[in-house]
């Protein structure tokens, strides 16, 4: 079975650039999370989709950030524009079951530095 | 406010020397306790899920314990490839998304 793959895997921006990253979850999770590291900080939720449908997106940091997933199937997170506090490490992760954070699969991640 | 607290933030470990993890939560209502391992480069893997106070779940060298209030990850006789940061996580009040601890980096010389 496929993991959750992401790509890309580093990206390197200026400050101002728009960025788009994505996340293909494993076939049939219906439900699919992002979540980010900053430096030093802890991993943070950022949002959750129930196949096309936003169920939580109250991690979101502001309206510079948009998610989507067209179609349920994978899903981008576009930064438009992106500022020095946007770089960090962003997680993707899907599950068959909501509520079951033990079947959570993780991606390896997308490191994003805004410079 | 659910907070997960993890200590120490490293820990540095000769192969063979035993020592314990710890992680702190306050959260409403538990629905679980969460390990992971993280590799440089990787994604969390999951390795445990505790319930309820007292329970105990072991992987190889690994066992993780539950009180109300925290939760440790014991390694017994670690080897370098036990090497990697290990995060605990609990579920928000909604049950929607983990709330994660910032991790304890482990290093484990031979």
């Known amino acids: 079975e496929a993991g959750v793959t992401q790509f890309p895997s580093h990206s390197v921006i200026e400050k101002g650039q728009t960025v788009t990253l994505r996340c293909d979850p494993i076939?049939?999770?219906?439900?699919l999370y992002w979540y980010r590291r900053v430096m030093g900080k802890e991993i943070k939720f950022l949002l959750h989709?129930?196949?096309?449908?936003?169920?939580?997106e109250s991690g979101m940091p502001n309206n510079r950030f948009l998610a989507e997933r067209t179609g349920g199937t994978y899903s981008t997170l576009k930064v438009q524009p992106a500022e020095l506090e946007d770089s960090g490490v962003y997680f993707c992760?899907?599950?068959?079951?909501?509520?079951?954070?033990?079947?959570?699969?993780f991606g390896s991640g997308t490191r994003l530095t805004v410079v | 406010e659910d907070q997960v607290t993890q200590s120490p933030e490293a820990l540095r470990l000769q192969e063979g020397e035993s020592s314990s993890l710890n992680c702190s939560y306050t959260?409403?209502?538990?629905?679980?306790l969460f390990w992971y391992r993280q590799d440089p480069g990787k994604g969390p893997e999951f390795l445990f899920t505790?319930?309820?106070a007292g329970e105990e779940k072991e992987k190889e060298r690994l066992k993780a314990t539950l009180t109300k209030k925290e939760s440790f990850l014991h390694i017994t006789a670690p080897k370098p490839e036990d090497s990697a940061t290990y995060l605990c996580?609990?579920?928000?009040?909604?049950?929607?998304?983990?709330?994660f601890g910032k991790g304890t980096t482990l290093s484990v010389s031979s």
């Open positions: 992760a899907s599950s068959q079951e909501a509520t079951s954070f033990r079947g959570y699969t």
């Open positions: 076939s049939g999770h219906d439900n």
């Open positions: 989709f129930v196949k096309e449908s936003k169920q939580d």
């Open positions: 959260v409403s209502g538990l629905r679980g």
């Open positions: 505790l319930y309820s």
């Open positions: 996580a609990v579920p928000n009040q909604a049950g929607t998304a983990l709330i």
